[in-house]
C-alpha cells in the first residue's frame, strides 16, 4: 500500500461548460496527480443521458463516484482504500448546490475501524444569508456516531472539502487579505461576498469559517501552515484576481475534524490555467499509518453481543 493518501478538492466550471475535450483533459490532470479521493463540485450534466459523463469521470480517474443530489457535487474514491458503507442522500432543504456525503471504510485499518463522513460541499455564491443555512446544516456530518457490532456508538471522524464562496477568517500569518469591498468591482459580486454587521455596516463574509471551527472542524491548510513542519504556501490562493472580483482569494478549502489532523502531512495547491476553469485545485496529503491508527477503535466498554452496523440520522 502507498505509504500517503492524497485527497484533491476541486471546483472544475461548469464541469468543462459541455467541450468533452476539456472536461477529458481537467480530469486526466486530476488522474496524474494519482489520487485516492476527489471531491469535485459543479458536476453540470454529470446524471444527464444515464449519468453516461459520471462514468466517463470514473474512468478517466479510475475511481468510483458517487453523485450527489441534481448532480451539483461528487465524491471519487479508490475503492480498494475507501470500502462504501452508506450514500447520505437525506442532505436537508437548505441546499442550492447540495452535497454528496457518504461514509467509507479506510480498508488499511481493518473491518473493525471506524468508518470516515467524507462531503464534498459548494455553498451559495449569492447570499451570504443562505451559505450560513447551508454551513450550519454541513457541520451535521461532524457529529454522526456509528453503531460498532459490539453495541458502541462512536463518533465518526470526517473530511470535507469545497466551494465555500467567502473567505477564511483573518489571523493567520502568510494567509492572504481580506479585499476591501471596494476592491471588489462587480457589484452584484459585492453583494454576494458580504453581509450586514452588527453596527450596519457592509462586511467581507468569513462566517462559513467561522462556523465550521465553532463545531470542532479544521481548516487543514491553516492548521498545516501553524505546525512546525508546515508550509505558509498551504494558505495559497484558490482563484486569481480579476477586475471585477477582486483580489486573489481562497475560498477553496478542506475541513477535517481533530482525529484526523494527525494524520495530515502536506497541504498543497496546484494552479490550473485559466482556460480549464477559474478555481485551483486543493491537495490535501494523509500519512496512511496515522490515518490508519485514528481510525482505529478501541472499546470504551466491556463488549456486548453483536450488532449490525448502523449510523445515526
Known amino acids: 500500500?502507498?505509504?500517503?493518501?492524497?485527497?484533491?478538492?476541486?471546483?472544475?466550471?461548469?464541469?468543462?461548460?459541455?467541450?468533452?475535450?476539456?472536461?477529458?483533459?481537467?480530469?486526466?490532470?486530476?488522474?496524474?496527480?494519482?489520487?485516492?479521493?476527489?471531491?469535485?463540485?459543479?458536476?453540470?450534466?454529470?446524471?444527464?443521458?444515464?449519468?453516461?459523463?459520471?462514468?466517463?469521470?470514473?474512468?478517466?480517474?479510475?475511481l468510483r463516484g458517487f453523485l450527489g443530489p441534481r448532480a451539483c457535487t461528487a465524491v471519487f474514491?479508490?475503492?480498494t482504500l475507501f470500502q462504501p458503507l452508506r450514500e447520505c442522500e437525506d442532505v436537508g432543504p437548505v441546499w442550492v448546490h447540495p452535497p454528496t456525503v457518504a461514509v467509507f471504510r479506510f480498508t488499511p485499518g481493518g473491518s473493525q475501524s471506524l468508518p470516515l463522513v467524507v462531503a464534498s460541499?459548494?455553498?451559495?455564491?449569492?447570499?451570504?444569508?443562505?451559505?450560513?443555512?447551508?454551513?450550519?446544516?454541513?457541520?451535521?456530518?461532524?457529529?454522526r456516531k456509528w453503531t460498532m457490532p459490539d453495541g458502541e456508538r462512536m463518533l465518526m471522524p470526517a473530511l470535507m472539502g469545497g466551494d465555500n464562496n467567502?473567505?477564511?477568517?483573518?489571523?493567520?500569518?502568510?494567509?492572504?487579505?481580506?479585499?476591501?469591498?471596494?476592491?471588489?468591482?462587480?457589484?452584484p459580486h459585492r453583494l454576494h461576498r458580504s453581509?450586514?454587521?452588527?453596527?450596519?455596516?457592509?462586511?467581507?463574509?468569513?462566517?462559513?469559517?467561522?462556523?465550521l471551527r465553532?463545531?470542532?472542524?479544521?481548516?487543514?491548510?491553516?492548521?498545516?501552515?501553524?505546525?512546525?513542519?508546515?508550509?505558509?504556501?498551504?494558505?495559497?490562493?484558490?482563484?486569481?484576481?480579476?477586475?471585477?472580483?477582486?483580489?486573489?482569494?481562497?475560498?477553496?478549502?478542506?475541513?477535517?475534524?481533530?482525529?484526523?489532523l494527525g494524520a495530515v502531512r502536506d497541504v498543497d495547491v496546484i494552479e490550473v490555467e485559466p482556460g480549464i476553469s477559474d478555481h485551483h485545485i486543493v491537495r490535501l496529503t494523509l500519512d496512511a499509518d496515522r490515518l490508519t491508527d485514528a481510525l482505529t477503535y478501541r472499546p470504551r466498554r466491556q463488549a456486548a453481543p453483536a450488532a449490525s452496523e448502523t449510523i445515526d440520522d
Open 166 to 187: 467567502s473567505y477564511p477568517v483573518p489571523g493567520l500569518e502568510g494567509d492572504l487579505p481580506l479585499p476591501d469591498l471596494e476592491q471588489i468591482a462587480d457589484r
Open 195 to 211: 453581509h450586514i454587521g452588527p453596527d450596519g455596516q457592509r462586511l467581507l463574509d468569513t462566517c462559513p469559517d467561522e462556523a
Open 1 to 62: 500500500m502507498s505509504q500517503h493518501v492524497t485527497v484533491l478538492c476541486w471546483n472544475l466550471k461548469r464541469n468543462g461548460a459541455g467541450d468533452t475535450t476539456k472536461r477529458r483533459r481537467a480530469h486526466e490532470l486530476l488522474a496524474s496527480l494519482d489520487p485516492h479521493l476527489v471531491l469535485r463540485q459543479e458536476m453540470d450534466g454529470a446524471a444527464a443521458d444515464g449519468n453516461r459523463i459520471m462514468y466517463e469521470v470514473e474512468a478517466v480517474l479510475g
Open 77 to 79: 474514491a479508490n475503492p
Open 121 to 143: 460541499y459548494h455553498l451559495n455564491h449569492a447570499s451570504a444569508t443562505t451559505r450560513q443555512a447551508e454551513v450550519e446544516r454541513l457541520t451535521k456530518w461532524a457529529d
Open 214 to 260: 465553532t463545531a470542532g472542524l479544521e481548516d487543514v491548510a491553516r492548521y498545516w501552515a501553524n505546525t512546525r513542519d508546515g508550509d505558509k504556501a498551504a494558505a495559497s490562493r484558490t482563484m486569481n484576481a480579476s477586475p471585477t472580483h477582486g483580489p486573489d482569494t481562497r475560498i477553496d478549502r478542506i475541513y477535517a475534524t481533530p482525529a484526523l
